[in-house]
Nanobody, 115 residues
Framework: QVQLVESGGGLVQTGGSLRLSCATS????????MAWYRQAPGKQRELVAT???????NYADVVKGRFTISRDNAKNTVLLQMNSLKPEDTAVYYC?????????WGQGTQVTVSS
């Protein structure tokens, strides 16, 4: 059973930064795609950023230029550096990993941006 454990969420003021981490129980090379999603209260879960096994990245338009997804292969960890945070970034952030036909999710970490 693959486990994804997120950390790094918290409360920050507008314009601040946070770095989220997602530690995997399997080798990070087992996953073809890893990603961060988020879900705000009353809204659907949305894709924030993806990174492939080859290192290619993609971002939602609303976070481009502010967020950076990366991988630490030695630590089997995916990171999300979030800068210039806005109140609309407030959400529970979930780590996602694809392994063939199986999708894995973390338990989520709360990010709250105060105005």
């Amino acid at each position: 059973q693959v486990q994804l454990v997120e950390s790094g969420g918290g409360l920050v003021q507008t314009g601040g930064s946070l770095r989220l981490s997602c530690a995997t129980s399997a080798s990070i090379f087992s996953f073809s795609v890893m990603a961060w999603y988020r879900q705000a209260p009353g809204k659907q879960r949305e894709l924030v950023a993806t990174i492939t096994s080859g290192g290619s990245t993609n971002y939602a338009d609303v976070v481009k230029g502010r967020f950076t997804i990366s991988r630490d292969n030695a630590k089997n960890t995916v990171l999300l550096q979030m800068n210039s945070l806005k109140p609309e970034d407030t959400a529970v952030y979930y780590c996602y990993a694809n392994m063939g036909i199986v999708n894995h999710w973390g338990q989520g970490t709360q990010v709250t941006v105060s105005s």
